[in-house]
């Protein structure tokens, strides 16, 4: 995921969803105090996952750095498949559809995880 290309890339607007929509001037202020920010999170959070996924024990803090790389991850590539509220589920013959519900399922357990599930 390149966050470089930032909130004028297509693929990545759900990431970069606008603070003010209705507000051009307050939504480039906006943009200029927190996207910066916004980007060094979503990159340390990618740098955590990287860094431990071969890991057999995380500590909660590693744990929520995987919870937001997961979810930047599939809003990244649930925009590129148009992924909808309406999908009923992955179509088994599209890899890409599948990895979704897979990092979904991986999200959902990262969050029982979290949450002091089993």
């Known amino acids: 995921m390149a966050l470089a290309s930032g909130p004028g890339d297509a693929s990545l607007r759900r990431l970069f969803p606008p603070a003010y929509a209705l507000d051009a001037e307050a939504e480039e202020e906006y943009r200029q105090l927190m996207g910066a920010d ?19 024990e995380l500590s909660e803090e590693q744990l929520q750095g995987w919870l937001r790389a997961l979810n930047d991850i599939r809003l990244w590539l649930g925009t590129v498949l148009d992924v909808s509220e309406n999908e ?8 890409a559809h599948l990895l979704y519900y897979a990092l979904t399922a991986l999200q959902g357990y990262v969050i029982d995880v979290l949450a002091g599930g089993d």
């Not at 589920?89 to 599209?94: A, F, L, S, T």
């Open 38 to 56: 916004l980007e060094e999170g979503r990159a340390q959070a990618l740098a955590t996952l990287a860094g431990t996924a071969d890991a057999t």
């Open 88 to 95: 009923s589920g992955p179509d088994p013959e599209d890899p």
